[in-house]
Structures are given as C-alpha cells and as structure tokens.
C-alpha cells in the first residue's frame, strides 16, 4: 500500500459491469487513485457483495444477466444502509428513457460508454469532493411539521420518520433552506447535481414527484415555466 492510500481512509467503490475487460480497467484506475474495490458481474451478486462490503460508491452497469442495473439499484436503494451511497451508472444505452428510469431509482450520475477513465475519475473525484465541503452536518430546520436534519440524513414529519435516498433528501433540504423562494430546475440541478454533471432537467421534476409522495404535496408548489418553490405555510 502507497503512504499516499494509507494517509487516509480509502473510499469503498463497488463496480458492476457483465463485461470483464470494463471491470479490470476501472479497478485498475480506481485503485490507482487510492479507492478500496470490489467487483460484481451481475446485479443480484452486486446487491449480495453490497450487503456486507457497504460500498460509498456503486458503478453500475444497466444491461447485465439475472439482474440488470435498474433493478439492483432500487434494491440498494432500500437497504436503509445504502440509501446515502452514491451510484453511478455507466451504461452503452443512450436513450432518455434509461437515463429517466436511473434517476428514478436515485442514481446520482449517468455516464454513457465508451468510458473515458480520466473524466470518469474527475468525476467520481467530484462526487467525494463536494460531499466533504458541505454546509455543517449539525443543520437542522423545523418547518412548519417537518423536521429535517442534516447530521444523520434524518427526516421527520409530525413525529414519523420519512425515509430518502440521498438526492431527494439534499433537494428537500436546499428547498427548506431558502422558503418561499422561487427555484428554477437549472438551480436546482447545479445546487443538488453539480455544474460537472450533465443531467436533464426532467431528472428534477421526477425528484419533486417523488417527494410529494413522501411528504405530502403541500409544501412544495409547482410555479409553471418558471421552477419550484417550498412555502413554510402549507395550505
């Protein structure tokens, strides 16, 4: 091990992907970069490894045998562990219904193959970045019946506990941070996503659904054309 991996605690990646000529390159550049890696080649065995391995970050292939990549990111999703773990997919399938599908199971990025290793790197870099720069983990806003904190990803609304993945968790977040204010989808996408990850602004709207199921649609309005907005007096 390099003193530079043993400075500091390795990230965890788990990447999946049914082509092993993929897999043998990624790992090489991720541990090249000083990540902690396993590797799965189908989705049912990725859950399986994840369950134990508890991966801060899954690359995730979409097209694979037994279970593709969608199905096994809903799974990872609902490990009440896994919920704040990136994932990532990479993916040959370019159409926008495969990108839609992916965000609704919370990926937090989608990169179509072939894959370019140094820009995948800058982005998976990227991801851990700004996840070590936020705002304090000790924020806690209590809005009308809504208690969110930010030390342990927590939600609670009127005393029950609401669960969310990671992204509509930082979208409801930023939302209850700035109330009453009118927020366009591509604020959103820069302040959630980052302005290095390429999104379409639909991704939005799917969260802002998503949410609505959770917490109630009262809190969040629709202004239409312009964006959304989080009131602190719902009706």
Same mark, same amino acid.
Not at 30 to 53: F, M
Not at 139 to 144: G, S
């Given at each position: 091990?390099?003193?530079?991996?043993?400075?500091?605690?390795?990230?965890?990646?788990?990447?999946?992907?049914?082509?092993?000529? *993929?897999? %043998?390159?990624?790992?090489?550049?991720?541990?090249?970069?000083?990540?902690?890696?396993?590797?799965?080649?189908?989705?049912?065995?990725?859950?399986? *490894?994840?369950?134990?391995?508890?991966?801060?970050?899954?690359?995730?292939? /979409?097209?694979?045998?037994?279970?593709?990549?969608?199905?096994?990111?809903?799974q990872l999703r609902n490990i009440p562990e896994l919920r704040q773990t990136f994932i990532l997919y990479l993916t040959a399938r370019s159409e926008e219904y495969?990108?839609?599908?992916?965000?609704?199971?919370?990926?937090?990025?989608? /990169?179509?193959?072939? *894959?370019?290793p140094r820009a995948l790197m800058s982005r998976i870099n990227a991801l851990f970045r700004r996840e070590a720069q936020k705002a304090d983990p000790g924020?806690?806003?209590? /809005?009308?019946d809504l208690l969110i904190n930010r030390k342990n990803y927590s939600v609670s609304q009127n005393d029950k506990s609401v669960i969310l993945p990671k992204k509509e968790f930082e979208l409801l977040f930023f939302l209850a941070q700035h109330p009453n204010k009118v927020c366009s989808r591509e604020e959103l996408l820069q302040k959630i996503w980052g302005a290095d990850i390429y999104v379409l602004e639909r991704t939005v709207d799917v969260h802002i659904r998503k949410l609505? %199921?959770?917490?109630?649609?009262?809190h969040i309005r629709t202004l239409k054309g312009v964006g959304y907005m989080f009131t602190d007096q719902p009706e």
């Open positions: 091990m390099s003193a530079a991996k043993a400075a500091q605690p390795l990230h965890r990646v788990l990447v999946v992907d049914d082509d092993a000529d *993929i897999v %043998e390159m990624l790992e090489y550049n991720l541990d090249k970069e000083g990540y902690d890696v396993r590797t799965a080649t189908d989705g049912r065995k990725a859950v399986e *490894i994840a369950k134990t391995y508890m991966p801060e970050l899954v690359l995730l292939d /979409i097209m694979m045998p037994h279970m593709d990549g969608i199905e096994a990111g809903r495969s990108e839609v599908a992916a965000f609704d199971v919370g990926a937090d990025d989608y /990169i179509t193959k072939p *894959i370019k924020e806690q806003i209590a /809005i009308a609505r %199921e959770k917490i109630g649609d009262t």
